[in-house]
Structure formats: C-alpha cells, structure tokens
C-alpha cells in the first residue's frame, strides 16, 4: 500500500489534472443526458405508440461501440477527429441511451389516481407534470441516474482513443511496464471508486433532498 | 425485398465505404471466422453473464427491498466497483486470476481449447456492469408497493415471505424487468471487449481486427451493425417475456383507468404542502 | 417549493463543481501535451509550425518527443498531441490536418495502407511506402536505422523442452502449439503465409492478439499460447526471460523508426532535423532509451538528454 501512495505522490500533478478533466467527463455528459431524456422519455410515456421506437431506438445507441462512434462522429457533427467534443457527445450519447427507458418506465409508474387528483384540484397538464409527476418519478429516475453516472465514470477511459488523458491512464502506466507495475493499477481501482462513490452520495442527497414526503410516511 | 436489400446496400456502400458489401458477402459470415460464429459466441456469453448476474442481483434485490436494510453497502459496493474502466479492469483481472485457473486442454462446451482461463476474468468483470441495473430496479420495484397495498396482504394474514412473493414481486416485476433488459443492453454492448483476451470470441472480434488495416471500416462498422440488431432482438424477446409473466392486472398502468389494479406507486400520499 | 430551491441547491452545486474542475484543471491536455520548445525566433522565418502526434505506448511518446523537440531546436514551432489511441484515428488526423507529423514503423504503416503489399527490405518497404503515402497526401522522410520489429518469441521453457533458437527450429512442433499475433499477421506477406513459405512453420491454433500487450504477455507467460508477437524493443521479453527465436530467413518486413508527415505542412527546416535525428538513431540506442523511460524517466527528459549529447538538441 505504501508503494500505492508514493506512486500517487511522485506524479500527483498528472494524477491531479487527470482526475479533473475525469469528474467533469464523467458528470456533464450525464447531467445533459438526463435534460435531453426527460423530454424523449416523456414522448414515450405519453403516447404508448412510441414506446417502443424512443426506448428501443435510444437503447441501441448504447450499442455502438465507441471507437466506431469516434470514427463517425466527426462527419456528422463536423468537428475534426480530435476535438474533445466528440467525447462529450459520445458520452453524452451513452448518458441518454440509458436514460430514457427510465425516465418513460417512471413516469408511467406514477398513480393515476394521484394525477387525476392533480387535475381535479385544477392543475394544468404543464404544472401536473412538473410539480407532481415528475417529482413523483424521482426517486426511479434517480436510481437509474446513479447507475448512468456510475456507468458514464468507467466510459471516461475512451478519451484516451483521441489522445485525452484522464485516469484511466494508471492503468495504462500500470500496464505499459514491462513487469507491469501494480501501484498505478491499485491506485486506478481506488479513486475510480471514490468517484462513483461520491457521485453516488451526491446524487443520493439529491433525491434525498427533492422527496421529503417519503420519509414523512412511514409504510 | 431483395430490391430494398440492394438499395439499402447500395446506401450503406456510399456512406459507410464497403459495409454494404461487406454484409451481403456470404463467405464473411460462414465459417470459422465468419459472422455467425461472432454472434453465436457473443450471445452466449452475454446469456452467461446477465443470468449469472441476475442469480445474484435479484434475491439481493428482493431482500433489501423487502426488508428496506442493507441496500446502501450492497449497491455501495456493486456500483463502484462498476465505474473502473471496465477495460481496464479486465485486464487486471486477466493478469491476476488467469495463472489462477486450470486450463482446459480440450474444448469445453462453446469455449475452445485454452479459453476458460480467459472467459472467467470476462464473466466476472462483466457481471460487475449488469448487476446494479437488476439490482437497484429491483429494489426500487420493490420499495415502491404501495404501503397499503402491503397492509392489505398482511391484514390477509400472509406472513413477510408471502407478502413479498405473492404480491411485491409481482407488482414490482415491470420494473425488475426494465432493469433486466437495461443490463441486457449493457452487457451486449459491452461484451465487444471479451476478444481482446486470447482464443475468445464475439462480435468484438471484426471490430478490434478492423482497425489493424485502413480498409478495416467495413467490418468494423457492419459488426457494429449486428451488436445493435442483436440489442433490438434480445430487448423484444424480453419485451414478449415480460408481457407473459406480468399480471395484466399489474400492466394495466398505461390504461388511462386503473380499475381493479395497484399498479407500483412511487409515494404514499400527495400532500399539500 | 423548499424541496425545489435544495434541489436547484444540488444541481447548482454539481455544475458548478463542474465548471470549476473544467477550468481549474485546464484543458484536457496532460502534462505531455505542453508545446514544445520555442526554438529563436529570428531563424524561425521559414521553419513552419506542426503538431506532433504519438500513440499511446511509451516508445511512441518518445519519439514524438524526439523528433519534435530536435525540429524546434531548428526553429519549428511545435506543439505535440500525445497519446492518440488507435492507428485509424491518428491516420484520420494526419489526412484532416489536426496533426502534422507521426513517428511510424514503415512495415506496419505500410501494410496498414496497403493489406497487399509484400515488400520486406527497407529499401523496398521505404520505395512501396513513399506511393502508398502519396495517395493520401502523405510523405515519409529517411527511415532511421532503429527498428522495432515483429519477432516470435517463446518462453524459455519452451525454448528448452523444444531446443529452438530460431524460427525454423519450430517446424516440427509447431502443429501442437498456439500462436498469438495481431490479426493482420494471418494476411500479411510477412506473417503466417511467410512463416509457411520460408520456414515450413504451421501453427496449429492461431489467436489475434494485440503485439506485445499486457494481455500477450500474461498469455505467454501462463502458458495459454505457446509463441507470441512481441516487439524486439519491447522490455517484457528481458525482463520475463524470454526467447526471441532468430529470423535467420529474414520472413518479417523491416520495421524502421520513420517520420511521417502531412505533405502540405513539410518544411525544409523539419526534413533537415528529422532526417538528422533518423541518421543517428539505432536499434540499440533505442533499445537503451526505452530502458530509461521504462525504468521511470520522463520522456521528453530523456529525449532532450539524447538530443542535446548527438549535438541535435
């Protein structure tokens, strides 16, 4: 373990700048992710004909593997192959594909009878949405945002096929020597695990914060 | 129909240089290194892993919705591990654990010769990606029964087991099967990495070889084509499973009146605050 | 209404903590991305400007770093963009301009560019190369004498149970055992059609596996494949005690260190320093280079170091 630290110390500038540019990676695709499958995810809640194409469609974009995504992806949105913006937007695009299914599979698990009650006490469909569904869904919206997030930390590592370094480095320094050396490898599996772990507290206040009637009724 | 398949080949050439033909070339997808084989291996271990992941994740999940205890260590656990790079985990995991294992001199069910020792580290990792989707659908599934809904069947008389067999799990089961499908879809896409490791298989394969020549997009990109045909697959057969097993008094939430159902609500009671 | 202002609270706070980390941890260049040096500005008239690229293995980085810092000490103006992760995308970038330059091997980019390509010698290689370059825009200046081949290496076990020492030793065994090499190799003039020609070698399982990656040697190592595709530069073979049988035949193509460049960013200045560090640059001192990086030197370190004692730098 001592080794594990000394690692960390010799090169704590590149391990510092790496773990940055990994939590901003590993969050902002999924918080842009979670804007853009509300509204999809919606669309598929509210008209039962589209379920399956929005959820099954954003599904399968899950599926493309990324280095082919980095290979297409400057020729759709134009950037050159390098440009770290075609991170982002893979990322992003994964964020969604996971997104989706569980925001429409929320918003459908809401009582009718609460949301008849809604409209009954003179909401509009606009404010029933907002101030009574939607908070209703999250606290399933928000386990599937930890594991979106979670998922989206682990994805950050593909960066490196345009050159953009972040942690997933050690685990190349660990395996790029040729007796490859453990301390890189340990101290990858250490703070990829301290990230979704923080993440995961963030986002468990989060929902904790945004539903208090959960706790203010006992089952 | 064959004129659609040519036109759309005819697309796919233009605009993905070659994949069209690639595809429509019978001699890429017999044989031992043809497409099929890909598929075949790469359903398999994706069979392997999600129900070895779901033997684990879902009594887990059932337990510590019904119990409500436990489920911040359990999840805690699973979804960190879950955020290593998976790649680069699996590596490790190769390293540490493939000396560990005893190899396997002759073919082993769909696993050449050699390949166990390589197929663990992939079954293991792997399992990491699809247990917390099944897990924490499940419990939220679980969790969110309507409390009264729960009162109800004890007030019947049935006892914890009962209750959580006989009416939690069937009204959480949409929910637990959106979890299965989601880590069904991440499994498939994710299972592309297992050819990195010798002798084995799947669709990764034609993609990790495409990008050795600069002609190699073809197969890259039709590979990528079969992940995403095989998802879509997978997700309707468990779509039509899920539409089997689940009680249509359950499923009955997208009728816009519930009659006789409680479907899973997400909270006990809107209060005015 | 409280829930939603800590909820905003939250969101608020996360995005904040996201620009912060976004600016406060600079760009999404490492420490190894920095420009290169700034050479004197009065030579710096014609010399030009260029990214140099790298892949992301060691060797690579220090050759970027090589090569670029002998053309800014011309007075080039370089910037570098390390740690490029696979050949298809920085080949896309040389043809799209985001990079200027790449360290290549010229076998291996040559069968990259050309699957039917047979040349073996350098001076074939570097002929079939400089068209096949061209056709993309491309131009390769000298090749350096450094070579980073392919080889077939075993285990000293094996080596011993079998008493090989070169590839054609493997002849009469070789039905029984697993090779392990990059997927092109089953193609490749100089790969497995090769092996059977010129040494009469026949694998009996054949598995693509990246060329001297962790993975090939933990594999070798455990004995799941028998013989591997290790670079010859590559210090895992040493440091694991194992044998690279001899190509006494010459079956595999040459692999020298050669610079590769977008033909429209060329200057004189960068064909003058490139070629110069190519004329001074060979298998062994390579070989010694790579040590000093694997045994925890900085690359550009150590690329300066080199440079500045050949009076290039």
Redesign the interface.
């Known amino acids: 373990m001592t080794s594990v630290w000394h690692y960390f110390f010799d090169h704590r ?2 391990i ?6 990994t ?2 990676l590993g ?2 695709p999924v ?1 842009i992710g979670l804007v853009v499958a509300i509204p999809l995810g919606w669309l598929a809640y509210r008209y ?1 004909w589209a379920y ?1 194409p929005i959820v ?1 469609g954003a ?2 974009l ?4 990324s ?2 995504l ?2 297409i992806l ?1 020729g759709i949105l134009g950037t ?5 913006l075609n991170v982002a937007v893979a990322l992003t695009i994964y964020a969604i594909a ?1 997104l989706v ?2 925001v429409a ?2 918003l ?7 949301l008849a ?2 409209t009954a006490m003179g909401f509009t469909s606009w404010q029933r949405f907002i101030k ?1 569904q939607l ?3 999250i ?2 919206i928000g ?2 945002t ?2 979106a997030i ?2 989206n ?5 593909v ?7 972040q942690l ?5 320094d ?7 050396q453990i301390p890189p ?1 340990v101290l ?2 250490i703070l ?2 301290v ?3 923080v993440y ?1 507290l ?1 986002l468990l ?2 929902i904790r ?6 706790r ?2 006992r ?1 | 129909m064959a004129a659609g398949g040519a036109v759309m080949s005819v697309v796919a050439d233009n605009y993905f240089d070659g994949v069209g033909t690639f595809l429509t070339t019978s001699s890429n997808w017999w044989g031992p290194d043809g497409l099929v084989h890909y598929l075949r291996d790469h359903v398999i271990y994706t069979a392997i892993i999600v129900v070895v992941a779901a033997l684990i994740a879902l009594p887990a999940g059932l337990v510590v919705g019904h119990t409500g205890r436990g489920i911040v260590l359990v999840a805690g656990l699973a979804n960190g591990l879950r955020a290593v790079p998976t790649f680069g985990l699996l590596v490790l995991v190769y390293v540490w654990l493939s000396p560990k294992i005893p190899i396997n001199r002759h073919d082993v069910l769909f696993l050449p010769r050699g390949a166990v020792r390589a197929f663990v580290p992939v079954v293991l990792v792997l399992m990491l990606l699809a247990i917390p989707p099944i897990l924490t659908n499940t419990y939220a599934g679980i969790q969110a029964v309507d409390p009264q809904t729960r009162d109800a069947a004890r007030g019947m008389g049935m006892r914890g087991g009962q209750v959580l067999r006989m009416v939690e799990l069937p009204i959480a089961l949409p929910l637990i099967m959106s979890g299965l499908r989601s880590a069904t879809l991440q499994v498939i896409a994710t299972v592309t990495i297992a050819p990195f490791l010798p002798l084995l298989g799947g669709l990764g394969r034609p993609i990790a070889d495409g990008a050795e020549s600069a002609g190699g997009n073809p197969p890259m990109i039709g590979a990528a084509i079969l992940v995403a045909a095989l998802a879509l697959s997978a997700d309707g057969v468990l779509n039509l499973v899920q539409r089997l097993i689940v009680s249509p008094g359950v499923s009955g939430r997208f009728r816009s009146q519930p009659g006789v159902t409680t479907a899973p609500t997400v909270e006990a009671q809107l209060t005015v605050a | 209404m409280k829930r939603s202002i800590a909820l905003a609270a939250v969101l608020a706070a996360s995005l904040g903590l996201a620009a912060c980390s976004s600016s406060g941890g600079g760009d999404n260049s490492s420490s190894s991305n920095s420009a290169g040096g700034n050479g004197s500005s009065s030579s710096g008239a014609n010399a030009g400007s260029i990214t140099i690229g790298s892949a992301d293995f060691p060797e690579s980085v220090l050759l970027a770093d090589i090569y670029g810092d002998a053309m800014s000490a011309k007075g080039v103006k370089v910037s570098k963009h390390l740690n490029i992760g696979e050949r298809p995308i920085y080949i896309k970038a040389l043809e799209d301009g985001s990079i200027g330059a790449f360290p290549e091997y010229n076998g291996s980019i040559l069968y990259y560019l050309d699957t039917k390509a047979t040349a073996k010698s350098t001076a074939d290689v570097q002929t079939a190369l400089t068209a096949a370059a061209a056709a993309k825009n491309l131009k390769i200046l000298n090749a350096a004498a450094a070579q980073d081949s392919d080889t077939i290496t075993v285990t000293k076990s094996t080596a011993d149970k079998y008493h090989l020492t070169s590839i054609g030793d493997l002849a009469p065994v070789a039905g029984q055992l697993t090779f392990g090499g990059p997927a092109g190799f089953k193609t490749r003039a100089d790969g497995i059609p090769a092996l059977k020609s010129i040494y009469g070698v026949t694998f009996g399982t054949f598995t693509s596996l990246s060329a001297g990656g962790t993975v090939t040697v933990t594999a070798l190592k455990n004995g799941t494949i028998d013989a591997a595709d290790i670079f010859s530069t590559d210090g895992s073979i040493a440091a694991n005690n194992f044998v690279a049988l001899t190509d006494d035949k010459s079956m595999f193509a040459a692999q020298n260190i050669v610079p590769i460049f977008d033909q429209s960013k060329l200057t004189q200045a960068m064909t003058d320093a490139c070629n110069a560090v190519s004329a001074k640059l060979d298998t062994k001192t390579l070989a010694d280079l790579d040590a000093q990086v694997a045994g925890g030197k900085d690359p550009d370190a150590v690329a300066k170091a080199w440079l500045s004692s050949q009076g290039l730098g």
């Open positions: 500038s590149d510092t700048s790496w773990l940055y540019t939590l901003w969050a902002l918080v039962r399956p099954s599904g399968l899950y599926t493309i593997p280095l082919v980095f290979l400057p050159k192959i390098l440009d770290p996971l299914r569980v599979d929320a459908a698990a809401v009582s009718q009878d609460t009650a809604a009574v908070p209703l869904a606290p399933v386990a599937g930890r594991v979670v998922s930390v682990s994805l950050v590592s960066a490196s096929f345009i050159g953009v370094i997933g480095q050690l685990f190349r660990s395996f790029n020597a040729p007796t490859h490898a990858g599996v990829f695990f990230i979704a772990f995961d963030i206040l989060a914060l945004s539903t208090p009637w959960q203010a009724v089952s």
